[in-house]
């Protein structure tokens, strides 16, 4: 099965002024890496090689400087551009050419998911070609986010974007998988009160027609969406002490594109080279040769 890759990078970033005055959020760097590195981690550690990169019109070059058609990294790149920040789910509605009927995933430009058994579960919800699977995470304040209600079964029975009185601590997260239906569905959709098409909606389409599936990210996984500069922060916190601490790299994606078997050893070490007056290269040709040294 073929599942493509959409990653929005859109918006203005207005809580991250002014360091999103001239760069899109997307760009900013989270530790070592741009942000944009994680979520497109993410999708190709679930076996995803064709993204699609959304974002403003006056950023696409920008995305294309540092990422290229991708077939370095043995994957393929498209861009489209958001003229206007007008949902989330408008992302398939744009995408709708770049599918072309086909299962894919969405992920937002600034999220990271992070822990055991999180790549295995993601990859596993991927294999699926009917309806829709999102992903939940138990929150403190669920009022910030979507918000998705389950029964005893693990049944949805209710999704709303942002909601006054919430009915679960379920979060939505900035994951999500969809069927090939989704484009024709996004398009039906009407504007929010907010003046948006949401992506909770496009959800509640597909729980209308008995098609929605939750998955729960357990406690051990971490998820963070990085909007305001407190949490860009902790963000790069986060990041700084996992690998200093495990003398890894999280989410490169060269390291990514060698372990998932999308370039050989010698295309990784060549990327690697290219990187090696930084630490972030250094670390890449020292994971290389220790793995070649086992």
Do not use: C
């Not at 992506?199 to 729960?216: F, K, S």
């Amino acid at each position: 099965m073929t599942r493509k890759g959409i990653i929005l990078a859109g918006g203005a970033g207005t809580r991250l002024h002014p360091l999103t005055l001239a760069v899109s959020k997307q760009l900013l760097p989270v530790y070592d890496k741009p942000m944009i590195y994680y979520p497109l981690s993410t999708l190709m550690l679930a076996g995803i090689r064709e993204v699609l990169i959304i974002t403003t019109p006056a950023d696409v070059s920008r995305f294309r400087a540092l990422l290229g058609d991708g077939a370095s990294w043995g994957m393929r790149f498209s861009y489209a551009e958001q003229a206007m920040p007008n949902g989330v789910a408008q992302a398939f509605v744009i995408g709708r050419d770049f599918l072309a009927g086909e299962p894919s995933a969405l992920i937002l430009g600034d999220n990271i998911f992070y822990g055991a058994g999180l790549t295995a579960q993601i990859h596993a919800a991927a294999q699926r070609t009917d309806g829709a699977t999102i992903f939940a995470y138990r929150v403190r304040d669920p009022r910030r986010y979507g918000v998705v209600e389950i029964d005893e079964a693990g049944t949805p029975v209710s999704i709303e974007e942002k909601p006054t009185v919430p009915r679960s601590r379920l979060a939505v997260t900035g994951l999500y998988l969809f069927d090939g239906n989704a484009s024709d569905l996004a398009g039906a959709l009407l504007p929010s009160s907010r003046d948006e098409y949401e992506i909770t909606d496009l959800g509640a389409a597909y729980m209308a027609r008995g098609e929605l599936r939750v998955e729960l990210l357990s406690r051990g996984v971490a998820w963070l969406d990085m909007g305001t500069h407190e949490s860009l922060y902790e963000a790069s916190s986060f990041i700084h002490t996992l690998e200093t601490r495990q003398e890894l790299k999280i989410a490169a994606p060269e390291e990514v594109a060698w372990r998932m078997g999308f370039i050989t050893d010698d295309e990784f070490h060549h990327l690697a080279t290219k990187l090696a007056g930084s630490a972030y290269g250094q670390s890449l040709l020292d994971t290389l040769s220790a793995e070649r040294a086992r």
